[in-house]
């Protein structure tokens, strides 16, 4: 993967609110257009070529075919509780997971590779953290807290709605360089953080 800097995160948002190039089915799919930050999942995917990409809240589908779209050489795995409402354009590199994020995690913790996602022997290295699911503080730090062990050197994770109510202590809590991406997803809030 290709590491990046907060300046051209920065800039890849600015980038996101203002140039839609976007295939025309990923923004036909529901929510496509509400947030600029669909956009920037595309283009942050196609920044970096990441290898393993894991979505934690999937619904729609919409963020999850953003990612794999910008990253069809990356494994993009979507958790979610509740797979009913999914509307996404499937692609190969997309693999579903239904049930609950932390458990996902402790399913990969303890495990320096895995071979049952790529039919191969791998380390487990996240190189793309979208978490996106409960809105509260207590479960979006639980969630950072089970993945951060297992997040490639210089790889992101984003968060959605921080500035929601009952996510006011997830922000002062992200130990690593960050950045809040603004107008990404209107008053709602977007943020990425760069893992050393
Ligand atoms: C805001 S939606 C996700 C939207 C999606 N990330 C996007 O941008 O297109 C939140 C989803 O998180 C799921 N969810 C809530 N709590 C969860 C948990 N503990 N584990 C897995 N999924 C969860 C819900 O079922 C819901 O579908």
Redesign the pocket.
């Known amino acids: 993967m290709n590491t990046i800097t907060v300046e051209a995160l920065l800039e890849l948002a600015e980038t996101a609110r203002t140039q839609d190039t976007r295939d025309t089915y990923l923004w036909a799919l529901p929510?496509a257009k509400v947030g600029a930050y669909y956009n920037f999942l595309y283009l942050l995917a196609e920044k970096i070529n990441p290898g393993f990409i894991v979505?934690?809240?999937?619904?729609?589908?919409?963020?999850t075919a953003h990612l794999a779209a910008g990253a069809p050489n990356a494994t993009v795995v979507g958790?979610?509780?509740?797979l009913e409402?999914l509307k996404l354009e499937f692609r190969d590199n997309i693999k579903l997971w239904k049930g609950?994020?932390l458990a996902y995690a402790r399913k990969l913790q303890g495990r320096k590779y895995m071979n049952d996602l790529w039919g191969e022997r791998r380390e487990v290295r996240i190189d793309l953290l979208?978490i996106?699911?409960?809105h509260t503080t207590a479960?979006c730090l639980a969630e950072y807290r089970a993945y951060l062990p297992l997040m490639a050197p210089g790889g992101i994770i984003l968060f959605?709605d921080l500035f929601m109510g009952g996510m006011s202590g997830v922000w002062p809590a992200i130990a690593e360089p960050k950045v809040i991406l603004p107008d990404l997803h209107a008053h709602l809030g977007f943020g990425a953080a760069i893992i050393g």
Not at 55 to 63: K, M, N
Not at 79 to 82: A, M, V
């Open positions: 929510w979505e934690l809240g999937v619904h729609h589908g919409t963020g958790i979610d509780l509740d409402d609950d994020s979208f996106d699911t409960e479960q959605d």
